[in-house]
């Protein structure tokens, strides 16, 4: 099982590099390590296996955190109507978005960085997202508030961006 001694951390170059698409069909060395990610965010998600294997829970995790530069990764999330999104893809892409924005109360953190960054992160309020799931079907997501903002931030990953380098520097606000 993945624990947290296998996802890298800041300064990793996988971190900042742009992944390769993976060739479809899967391989099942690929299928096996994303069901191997999914797997992770279900036990972070559990507080006994969390709290036994020491795992930060996760809603997200893409495999350039674990040192393997391939556009795939894993979200196990919950909306604010109960629905779960719980997929493996590969090759995930946003094909439309809205112009409007949104942002994590209370900002975001990566499972990459072992740190608190404050600060707001933008991100698009409704996305469009196609990838092929772990049984090599196509899909076509539309998301909205947090799955969305979770889909962006692992499709961030898969492009060599930190959620960090989207927090906008303003000037100290004037008293
Ligand atoms: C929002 C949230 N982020 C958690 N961690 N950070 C992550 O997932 C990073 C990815 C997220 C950071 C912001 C957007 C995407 C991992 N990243 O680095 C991957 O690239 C959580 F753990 C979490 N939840 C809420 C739901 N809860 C259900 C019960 O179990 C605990 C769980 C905790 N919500
Ligand atoms: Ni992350």
Do not use: W
């Not at 772990?134 to 931030?153: D, G, M, S, T």
Request: negative net charge; glycine residues 6%; contains cysteine.
């Amino acid at each position: 099982m993945l624990t947290m001694k296998d996802i890298v951390r800041e300064g990793h170059p996988a971190l900042r590099q742009v992944a390769e698409e993976v060739l479809l069909p899967p391989s099942d060395e690929d299928k096996e390590t994303l069901r191997q990610m999914l797997e992770f965010l279900k036990n972070s998600q559990d507080p006994e296996i969390a709290e036994q294997y020491e795992l930060r829970s996760g809603v997200g995790l893409a495999a350039p955190q674990l040192g393997i530069n391939k556009r795939m990764f894993a979200v196990h999330v919950t909306d604010d109507k109960d629905n779960l999104y719980s997929y493996g893809l590969f090759n995930p892409k946003i094909t439309r978005h809205s112009v409007e924005t949104t942002h994590l109360e209370g900002g975001e953190g990566c499972l990459s960085v072992d740190r608190d960054i404050p600060g707001d992160v933008p991100r698009y309020k409704r996305i469009t997202l196609e990838g092929t799931t772990l049984e090599n079907e196509k899909v076509r997501l539309r998301l909205r508030e947090l799955p969305a903002i979770v889909f962006q931030h692992e499709l961030d990953h898969l492009n060599g961006i930190m959620f960090y380098d989207r927090i906008e520097d303003y000037a100290p606000e004037t008293d």
